[in-house]
């Protein structure tokens, strides 16, 4: 029912309810059986056990453990512990991850109220919030939180603040008059009180209207509980990965197996001897290695002001080509900042921003100005911080504002001219005060001076002080307000209005000694004006370079907000984003509209206003049917669905409320949309540090597996043993894989254009490298083999050391090359001193397996003598520098 069209005796009939008596106790009793408690509902829970399995469903995971059962069918049992310790590893990391990230729900809870007034059987009397029905008449006071959603009955003054349900930079003013606006967003309903807000000023009595999972707070944690996490584009390129190789195995074994029977061996040696090469195409440590990668990165961007909730989010990042960001508080500051002001027809501004009382103040021309010259300017201001409850509050280096954000604008505007509210309170006794009100639009004050004088100080709605001013005041002296003073006024306002400046008006009047006026109508009467202060939630600075740098990057930036059009535009017009051809949409054409339909129009729109959670939602699902990486950032608890929902959810730390933080993957310590410019750099250069160990681990196993398979085509001993080749996989492979996501990222990082989510793990020539490198690896190896076992046939084993060390040394020198997409020469190979030491200590771990006594016999291995090293490290230096010589040759042309 669309109760904010009702008026309250319409409601009370609608509900069944009495506003003279409240229900009875056993009314209520029976309206609980009907609607239920008062409380949002959980979905259902995953056990703990359940979650932990869910962590081997990855198809990569599952092919380990294919490999795991092959190890332990041919016996080598330690390949198979070492292989189910990294998948068991790697279980416990992503467990403990997502058992952390699951809480968005009790979150919520707890911006329910523990108790709340209700009227029953005529009486008031406290309840706890999860026993309110539809019908209870509730009443509330400053500081309450509203237990469930109201339809307001009466209010005095009453003002609620909404931003974490609706995006609002400032409480809003409540009424209980009827709503004729149609399809109202929730910003628009001013005769509704809904459940999780806090009342900031004044006392109201409303009648509940929904309860539990029917509020707006309910419809939002169904919409969190209901929206799909997105898959990560490295999960599912991971995923291909893992198809490409298992099908690789597979054919491998086939290969072997037809290759060693039509050279007349046995069908089962044959079956184990394919079996165990496929063993060796697949990387075991490849998991390990993103999962510390990542972490690392993590790490990186801890540093840069972003904790990263969900690992995958981290690469996810890199290839965002949409940003979608919620205004308040992420784009602005969330403080309310006077930054034009206007009196006798002049305007001047200030600089400055947020509540740090320092700026300074320039007339029209941006002259500087001594604001001692200007008495109407120190008037206005000072009157403007007289007639005020805030105060700033100095919290561990940060100024804190204590009161309603339009009184503290005023307050600092004038700590900006250099006035203190302590001293003003010694020139200035308050007689008495008339609070403001939300019929009136004003408050007043009355004063008297050390002189003793008296005055009547006013502050409210321009518009509406216009109508209770007689005179204005112009160059110092009073004029009429009549004719040209009122249009001068009235033009004033539209001016700063269309700069989305909020407007406050200040006027004051002359009293005679000694009287004392004891009502507001008396008071706001023949008051003269003296101007207007226009202030607004002002961007962040570092915010437009962010955007821009965002733009050359190939990322669109879209702010989503709840806050008005006029507001929205002229926010954005100042941070770029609303280029020349881009669009604003409100949220009743949104509304209108279904997500296939704003699927044809959403790549042209930059600014969405007026917006619910709904809208939020379908827009990240419009964005991201068009095919994009969709990030979406936000504070409040109105963005938690579509964060949930995004390719990357981003909450802010400082400002934002614990649902968002739940549902997000990043979460921005310092609440600044230009730290997501350096997460985005981070998750860019992380990706690409994948692919780095990805080209090399699978260009190691290539040569591993051709080694193997030349060998085998040519009627050899195989070169090298299981678990040699476990060896070079999980321990040689390990450290330098590891040490390349380290790499620092290239210059150019952000001026590529994002990559195509659907673009493959062997994109951009990765297959080619990884098959050539892997080819030349693979055959430095097997020359190295032969020349040592045709001249000692009876010692096949040294001949399998001298191939193990020389496939070991080829991969340690080939890292090298994968540090760039050109060539080894075109990085300073110090340029990453972890990869040289991660090399240095894969070196000595092979020398360690080799010339260690205790472990020669567990890795099949001989002392090497110092002669086959020159043949070995001749023979691995030439897969990475006949590659580099080919491209000098072709740079040099």
């Known amino acids: ?34 609607h239920g408690f008062n409380e949002l509902e959980e979905g259902e829970k995953q056990s703990a056990i359940i979650l932990f399995l869910s962590q081997f469903k990855d198809f990569m995971v599952l092919v380990l453990l294919a490999a795991t059962l092959v190890s332990g069918l041919l016996g080598e049992y330690i390949d198979a512990i070492a292989i189910i310790a990294i998948v068991i590893i790697n279980g416990f990391l992503g467990f403990f991850q997502e058992r952390k990230a699951e809480k968005s729900l009790q979150a919520l809870k707890e911006l329910s109220a523990p108790q709340i007034q209700v009227f029953r059987d005529g009486k008031w009397i406290k309840i706890p919030s999860r026993e309110a029905v539809p019908g209870d008449i509730v009443r ?111 054919l491998l074994t086939v290969l072997v197996v037809g290759i060693g029977v039509l050279q007349g061996h046995e069908l089962y040696e044959m079956f184990l001897a394919g079996v165990s090469l496929a063993v060796a195409a697949i990387p075991e440590g490849l998991p390990a290695i993103v999962t510390v990668a990542l972490s690392l990165g993590v790490q990186k961007m801890i ?88 105060d700033l509050v100095y919290r561990e280096k940060e100024i804190v504002l204590d009161g309603d954000p339009t009184e503290g604008a005023l307050l600092v505007s004038a700590m900006k001219a250099g006035y203190d509210r302590k001293k003003l309170l010694e020139e200035f006794q308050i007689l008495n005060e008339f609070p403001f009100d939300s019929n009136r639009k004003m408050m007043s004050i009355a004063v008297k001076d050390k002189q003793g004088r008296s005055f009547i100080v006013t502050k409210g709605a321009p518009d509406v002080l216009v109508g209770v001013s007689s005179g204005i005041l112009v160059d110092g002296r009073v004029q009429s307000m009549a004719g040209k003073g009122k249009t001068d006024v009235l033009g004033a306002v539209e001016t700063l209005a269309s700069q989305a400046l909020r ?57 989503i907000t709840g806050d008005h059009v006029i507001t929205a535009k002229a926010i954005a017009a100042q941070l770029g984003i609303l280029e020349r051809n881009s669009k604003v949409m409100d949220g009743n054409t949104l509304s209108g509209l279904t997500v296939d339909e704003l699927e044809e129009v959403v790549e042209d729109v930059s600014v969405f206003a007026r917006v ?80 780095k160990f990805i080209r090399y681990l699978l260009a190691s196993n290539v040569g591993e597996i051709l080694v193997m398979l030349f060998a085998m ?116 190979p110090f340029g990453n001193m972890y990869l040289v030491w991660a090399v240095i200590s894969s070196a000595i771990l092979m020398l360690v397996v080799i010339y260690y006594p205790p472990f020669q016999p567990i890795f099949h291995t001989l002392p090497i003598e110092a002669r086959d090293w020159l043949l070995i490290l001749g023979l ?15 740079k040099t042309k």
Not at 656 to 680: H, M, P, Q, R, W
């Open 503 to 559: 407007t406050i008006a200040v006027a004051y009047k002359p009293i005679t000694p000694g009287r004392v006026i004891l009502s507001e109508q008396e008071a706001e009467k023949d008051l003269i004006f003296i101007g207007i202060q226009g202030m607004i939630d002002p961007p962040r600075p570092e915010v437009k370079d962010a955007v821009r740098e965002c733009r050359e990057a190939g990322i669109k930036t879209v702010m």
């Open 303 to 390: 540093r840069s002001n972003a904790i990263v909730r969900k690992l995958p989010a981290v690469e996810t990042l890199g290839c965002a080509s949409v940003i979608c960001s919620d205004k308040t508080g992420t784009m602005t500051q969330n403080k309310m900042t006077v930054t034009h002001l206007w009196s006798g027809g002049r305007t001047w501004t200030v600089d400055g921003t947020g509540y740090q009382p320092e700026g300074r103040f320039f007339a029209e021309t941006r002259q500087p100005i001594d604001i001692k010259h200007e008495k109407p300017l120190q008037q206005m201001l000072m009157f403007g911080m007289l007639c005020n409850h805030s």
């Open 612 to 691: 619910s959670p709904e809208h939020k939602l379908k827009i990240v699902k419009a964005l991201q049917n068009r095919g994009h990486i969709v990030a979406m950032t936000g504070d409040g608890v109105n963005d938690a669905p579509a964060i949930k929902a995004a390719d990357i959810g981003v909450a802010m730390g400082i400002s934002g409320t614990d649902v968002a933080k739940e549902a997000s993957a990043l979460v921005l310590l310092d609440d600044n949309f230009a730290t997501i410019k350096a997460a985005i750099k981070e998750g860019r250069n992380i990706y690409e540090n994948i692919r």
């Open 713 to 828: 085509i040519m009627a050899l001993p195989l070169p090298l043993v299981p678990i040699q080749i476990l060896w070079v996989n999980l321990v040689t492979d390990g450290l330098p894989a590891m040490a390349l996501g380290l790499d620092q990222p290239e210059e150019n990082v952000m001026k590529r254009k994002p990559r195509s989510p659907k673009e493959g793990v062997f994109a951009r020539g990765l297959g080619w490298k990884v098959v050539s490198r892997g080819f030349l690896i693979g055959l430095i190896t097997l020359i190295a083999f032969i020349v040592v076992y045709k001249n000692n046939p009876d010692r096949l084993a040294y001949a399998q050391t001298v191939a193990f060390a020389t496939l070991v040394m080829a991969q340690l020198i080939h890292v090298f090359d994968c540090r760039s997409e050109i060539s080894v020469l075109s990085r300073n």
């Open 140 to 250: 509330f006071a400053s500081g309450d939180r509203i237990g469930a959603d109201l339809r307001l009955i009466d209010c005095k003054s009453l003002e609620i603040e909404e931003s974490a349900l609706t995006g609002e930079s400032v409480p809003v003013t409540k009424d209980n008059g009827v709503l004729t606006t149609p399809n109202p967003g929730l910003g628009d309903m001013e005769n509704i009180a809904f459940m999780g807000t806090m009342v900031t000023r004044g006392t109201g009595v409303g009648t509940v209207i929904a309860t539990g999972m029917k509020t707006a707070m309910g419809q939002i944690a169904d919409l969190l509980q209901n929206a799909e996490a997105a898959e990560t584009p490295l999960q599912r390129r991971l995923e291909q990965l893992g198809r490409i190789l298992i099908t690789v195995a597979l």
């Open 1 to 34: 029912m669309k109760f904010h069209e009702m008026n309250v005796s319409e409601v009370e009939k609608a509900l069944n309810t009495d506003y003279s008596s409240g229900l009875s106790m056993q009314e209520a009793e029976k309206r609980v059986e009907v």
């Open 876 to 890: 691995s230096a030439i897969p990475t520098f006949l590659l580099a010589g080919t491209f000098l040759a072709r």
